[in-house]
C-alpha cells in the first residue's frame, strides 16, 4: 500500500500550490461549491486552512452523483495547473487543481438552514441554533482564529514578562462589581448558594498576599445584567495584578499587551505610551468617560460668551450652577425634520431641549434663538466653535454632567466612524472615587476596592474624591478598568463604612478578607479588560457575539440547546428549591 493512503489526507487544502505540480496528494474537508459544466464537476473543497479545486469526471466517480453541499469528503488525485485563463488569484490555491482519482463521501449532510456564505444574511437566532455551521463560514473561522491569536499573544506577553497563570475558582462568594450576581445553588448545603464571579477580583488580591508578585489570567466572568451588543451573561477578561506597583507599572504592561494583540491580529504597530485624559477632561471634551478620540467635534464651553444672555433658557441653567455648551457638528444638510429628530435624540439623552444654529453664507446665523442674542453674542458664539458658512452649531443648557452627556451623546452619533480600521487607545484616569445615586446615597464608582487618591478628600468631600482608577478605551470602547487597591484593613473598613455597609455586614460578608489584609499585603494594583470586545474591534465586527464562539441571544437564550431550561422537580427538591406559583405557571404554559 502506498504509504499515503494510510493518512487520512496528505495536504491541508492551501497547502497545496504550484510546487505540487505533478504530485499525488489526499485532502479532506467539507464541499463548499458544486459546479456541473461540459460534463465535467467542479467541486470547491473546503477544510480550516482554506480552498481547493477538484475536477471530476462523474463517469469515472460514482460518488460524485450524490454528493451536496457541505458533504464531508476526501479527495485523492493528482495536482496539476489549471487551464489557461481560468486561474483565480483571489485563491492561495487559484493556480492548480486536483484532477480527483478516488473520491470518498466521509459523511453526507442534510439539507442547509443557510448557505455557507458570508454574503448571505441570515437571521442571527437562526445563526445560533446552527452555530456549528454558522462557525464554517470563513468570517466566523477567522473571528475564531483571531480570538485564539489574541489569546496567545497576551500569554506571550505575560509569560516573558514574568507573569504566573494561575486560576481561581468559578464557584465562589459574590464579588461586588455593581452587577447582579448569577448564583448557583448548593446540594450538600441546602438553601446556601454559591455566586459565579463578576470577576476574580478579590482572588487576585489574595495572590498579591501570597506573595504572587505578577499574576494573570484569561478568566470567565459572569454577570446579570441587562443584554446590550457589547454584554453577555458570561464574557472574557484578560485579568492581572501586580505587587509593589503603582498605576503605571500596570498602564505599562497592559499597553504592551494590546499592543501584541493589535500586532497579531491587524499587523500593526500602535505607538505607546497612549494617550491620557483625565475623567473631568473626557468628559469636558467629550462628554463620556470613554471617549472616541478618532474625530474632534470637541465640546465648546459658552458659559462666558453667554453669562449675560437675555435668553432665558440659558440665563436660567447658569445662575442654576449649570453650563451651557456646544459643538460644531459641521457642514451637514440641515432641514427642520433632521432638527426635531437631533432633539428627540437629545431629549433620550437626558436634556430638556437642544438649540441649533446655521451659519449663512453671509456670516450671519440661522436659529430659531437668533433673535434673542445680542450681536457681540453672535460673534462670540462664531469664534468659539471656529464656525463657517454651512456649519450647524448644536447647543445644550443644562447642570455640567447632563451638558456635557447630551454632547457627547449628539457627538457620537454625528461624527463616530462606521468601522474600526484606525485604532485609538486611549487611558481615562482619575476617575472620580464614588457614584452619587438618585436618591443621594454614595456607591462605588469601580469597585469597593479602588484606593483615594488623598485619604483626607475621601473622608472632607467623598463625593468629589478622585480615585486611583484608570480606564483603558479602544475607539470609544471602554475595553476594561482597573485600580490601586487599598492594603490597609482599616482604610478598607472605612470605605465600606462610607458606601454605607455596615461594621456587621461589612464583617460578615468581607471579614475574611479583611483578616486577610492583615497579614503583610503588599501594596498592588492591577487590571482587567475585555477579551471579547478587544477582539470585535481588532476584527471590525459591530457585537462581542460574532466574536464569542456560542454566545447567548440578547435575551440570555441558546438557541441552539435551549438553556436555560426547567429541571426535574427530584433535583429541585435535592437542592431544597420550590418554584413560586408565578414560576409554575409558566413552565406549565411553557410545556402545554
Ligand atoms: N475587577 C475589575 C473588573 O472586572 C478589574 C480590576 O479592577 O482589575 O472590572
Known amino acids: 500500500m502506498d504509504e499515503r493512503d494510510a493518512v487520512m489526507r496528505t495536504h491541508r487544502a492551501t497547502e497545496i500550490t504550484v510546487g505540487e505540480i505533478g504530485q499525488r496528494v489526499t485532502i479532506a474537508g467539507w464541499v463548499q461549491r458544486r459546479r456541473d459544466h461540459g460534463g465535467i464537476t467542479f467541486l470547491d473543497i473546503r477544510d480550516a486552512s482554506g480552498i481547493v479545486q477538484v475536477v471530476a469526471d462523474p463517469e469515472d466517480h460514482e460518488a460524485v452523483g450524490d454528493i451536496k453541499m457541505e458533504f464531508c469528503v476526501s479527495v485523492a488525485g493528482t495536482v496539476r495547473a489549471r487551464p489557461e485563463g481560468t486561474e ?49 463560514r470563513p468570517r466566523m473561522a477567522a473571528n475564531l482564529k483571531a480570538r485564539s491569536g489574541a489569546t496567545a499573544a497576551i500569554r506571550r506577553t505575560l509569560d516573558e514578562a514574568g507573569f504566573l497563570e494561575v486560576e481561581t475558582p468559578t464557584l465562589i462568594n459574590s464579588t461586588p462589581e455593581g452587577a447582579r450576581d448569577v448564583l448557583v445553588p448548593s446540594r450538600l448545603r441546602t438553601g446556601e448558594f454559591y455566586a459565579l464571579p463578576q470577576s476574580p477580583q478579590l482572588f487576585k488580591q489574595l495572590l498579591m498576599i501570597a506573595g504572587v508578585e505578577r499574576y494573570f489570567q484569561i478568566a470567565r466572568c459572569y454577570r446579570d445584567e441587562d443584554f446590550r451588543s457589547d454584554r453577555q451573561l458570561e464574557f472574557t477578561q484578560l ?15 497592559i499597553e504592551s499587551v494590546l499592543v501584541a494583540v493589535a500586532k497579531e491580529l491587524r499587523g500593526v504597530d500602535v505607538p505607546r505610551p497612549f494617550p491620557r485624559l483625565t475623567w473631568h477632561e473626557a468628559m469636558n471634551r467629550y462628554g463620556s468617560d470613554k471617549p472616541d478620540i478618532r474625530f474632534g467635534m470637541e465640546i465648546v464651553d ?58 449663512e453664507d453671509d456670516g450671519s446665523l440661522r436659529s430659531p434663538i437668533a433673535k434673542f442674542l445680542s450681536d457681540p453674542e ?29 454632547l457627547g451623546g449628539l457627538r457620537l452619533e454625528l461624527g463616530r466612524p462606521a468601522n474600526h480600521d484606525e485604532l485609538e487607545f486611549l487611558w481615562v484616569v482619575d476617575f472620580p472615587l464614588f457614584e452619587e445615586g438618585e436618591d443621594g446615597s454614595i456607591t462605588f464608582s469601580h469597585h469597593p476596592f479602588t484606593s483615594p487618591k488623598s485619604l483626607d478628600d475621601m473622608r472632607e468631600r467623598p463625593r468629589e474624591a478622585i480615585s486611583n482608577a484608570y480606564d483603558a478605551v479602544l475607539n470609544g470602547i471602554e475595553l476594561g478598568s482597573g ?110
Not at 486536483?98 to 459523511?107: H, M, T
Not at 485579568?239 to 504592561?253: H, K, N, S
Not at 478587544?534 to 454566545?551: D, G, K, Y
Request: glycine share 8%.
Open 88 to 136: 483565480n488569484p483571489d485563491l492561495p490555491t487559484g493556480q492548480i487543481e486536483i484532477g480527483a482519482e478516488e473520491i470518498v463521501v466521509l459523511s453526507a449532510a442534510g439539507t442547509l438552514p443557510f448557505m455557507i456564505d458570508d454574503r448571505v444574511e441570515v437571521d442571527e437566532r437562526v445563526r445560533l441554533q446552527y452555530r456549528y455551521l454558522d462557525l464554517r
Open 239 to 253: 485579568d492581572l495584578e501586580g505587587a509593589f506597583w503603582d498605576r503605571d507599572d500596570v498602564l505599562d504592561v
Open 302 to 359: 459658552l458659559s462666558l460668551v453667554f453669562a449675560e444672555s437675555e435668553f432665558g433658557v440659558f440665563k436660567d441653567a447658569i445662575e442654576a450652577g449649570g453650563t451651557v455648551r456646544g459643538i460644531n457638528a459641521g457642514t451637514r444638510e440641515w432641514s427642520r425634520s433632521r432638527a426635531d429628530a437631533l432633539t428627540d435624540r437629545a431629549k433620550e439623552f437626558g436634556a430638556k431641549g437642544l438649540v441649533w444654529m446655521v451659519v
Open 483 to 592: 485600580s490601586v487597591r487599598i492594603h490597609d484593613p482599616d482604610v478598607q473598613r472605612e470605605v465600606f463604612e462610607i458606601l454605607g455597609i455596615d461594621p456587621d455586614t461589612a464583617e460578615k460578608r468581607f471579614g475574611w478578607f479583611l483578616e486577610a489584609l492583615r497579614y503583610g499585603t503588599p501594596p498592588h494594583a492591577g487590571f482587567a479588560f475585555g477579551v471579547d470586545r478587544l477582539v470585535m474591534a481588532l476584527q471590525n465586527e459591530s457585537s462581542i457575539r460574532e466574536v464569542i464562539p456560542f454566545p447567548k441571544t440578547q435575551t440570555g437564550l441558546d438557541p441552539m440547546t435551549g438553556a436555560p431550561t426547567w429541571v426535574d422537580d427530584a433535583q429541585l427538591e435535592e437542592l431544597g428549591i420550590e418554584l413560586t406559583s408565578d414560576s409554575e405557571a409558566r413552565r406549565e404554559e411553557l410545556e402545554a
Open 378 to 406: 453672535l460673534g462670540e458664539i462664531k469664534r468659539a466653535f471656529s464656525a463657517g458658512p454651512g456649519n450647524v452649531l448644536l447647543l445644550a443648557a443644562d447642570t455640567w454632567k447632563t451638558t456635557v452627556t447630551v
